[in-house]
C-alpha cells in the first residue's frame, strides 16, 4: 500500500505545471560558482560563460519529468546558442557515466551535460529534488529559479530567454 502511495503521489508531482519564482531585479543574488567535469572529462567552469546566458539545470536519468522536458530543452539549445545562450545540463546520477551517455544519445542531446555525483554544484545551489533549472544572465546573476520539469520550447519560456539575451 505504500508503495502505491509513492507511485500515485510521484505521479501526481510529475504532472503538476513547473513553479518559477522570478526574481526581484535588485535581489538577484550572484550565482555560486563551480567547476564540474563534462562527459569528456574535460573540467568545466560556470565563470567560463560570464557574458552569456545560462539554463543551469540539475537532472536525473530516472527522473521521470526530467525525460520529459529535456526535448523541449534541446530545442531551445538549437534556437538560442548562436545567440548565446549556454545550456549546462547538470547529472546528479552517481551511477556511472555510461548510462548518462545512454540517455543523452537516446534522445538525442547536444548541449553540455556535466557530471555531479557528489553534488558539489546541487549543494551550492541547495537542489533537494529534481529537475530543479536556474536561469543566469550575463552578469552571471540567477535570475529565476524553476521547479519542477517545464516546456522549455513554449512561447513563453522562448520570451524569458530572449528577454535576457536583449539585456
Known sequence: MRYFLLCLLLAL???LPA?????????KP???GFTLKNMQGNSV???????QVVLLNFWATWCGPCREEMPSMEKLWQTYREQGLVILAVSTDNGGESRIKNFARRLKLTF???LDPDSLASD????????VSFLIDRQGRITARILGSKDWASEVA???????LRQ
Open 13 to 15: 508531482v510529475s504532472v
Open 19 to 27: 513553479q518559477a519564482d522570478s526574481l526581484d531585479p535588485a535581489e
Open 30 to 32: 550572484s550565482a555560486p
Open 45 to 51: 567552469k560556470l565563470s567560463d560563460y560570464r557574458g
Open 112 to 114: 553540455p551535460i556535466l
Open 124 to 131: 551550492l545551489y541547495q537542489v533537494s529534488g529534481v529537475p
Open 158 to 164: 522562448f520570451q524569458q530567454v530572449e528577454g535576457l
